[in-house]
């Protein structure tokens, strides 16, 4: 069945640029009508969507972080990616990437933690 | 502040029967599907109810959804100590063009 692995620094300085990529197993990520997303949880708070890319480019992201993040889909090496710019200490939380369209999110991956600090 | 509205906390005895609501408006759950999700500590969420009242294959029937205007319901009848966990509802929104969350709501068994 499809998998979802995250992967990328664990710590990232302030005013630079957080950068994940999420690695789709045991699937094409090409495969089906699916979106692939990329969603938050700080410590101790809820889930916040960030955005999501179909595999035929179209895309979408919340407007709450305006135009600091890019959401990108490798289809050769089955993963797409999360690039925040300009980071700060409320960007620090746990990122999960699942597969969904409009907020089904069927297959998460195990999320993996990302603190901003100098 | 989140877009969908519930309540920070429930609870409930084993064998009773809760619900947990989830309020929006006319751009989210008025016109589009609402999904339930249950998050246990350390966990990433799963999906527990897709397309407002719909279970995927393995989760238990103890667990519905509904559906009515604006708001939705997620109802666990026969609740058990395993069901202790967050929730969070979640639905499309049109005028953001995105997801939008309910904040969560922590369920306790007592």
Redesign the interface.
Known sequence: QVQLQESGPGLVKPSQTLSLTCTVSGGSISSGSYYW?WIRQPAGK????I??MHTRGST????SLKSRVVISVDTSKNQFSLKLYSVTAADTAVY?CAR?V?????I????TMVTVSS | Q?VLTQPPSASGTPGQRVTISCSGSSSNIGS????W?QQLPG?????LI??NNQR?SGVPDRFSGSKSGTSASLAISGLRSEDEADY?C???DDS?????????TKLTVL
């Open positions: 997303s809820g889930l916040e969507w955005g999501r979408n992201n919340n407007p999960y969904g409009t907020g089904d999110f069927d998460w991956g195990q999320g | 989140s589009n599907s609402v999904y999700y966990t990433a969420p799963k999906l897709y397309r995927p969070y979640a639905a499309w953001l063009s995105g997801v939008v969350f309910g904040g969560g």
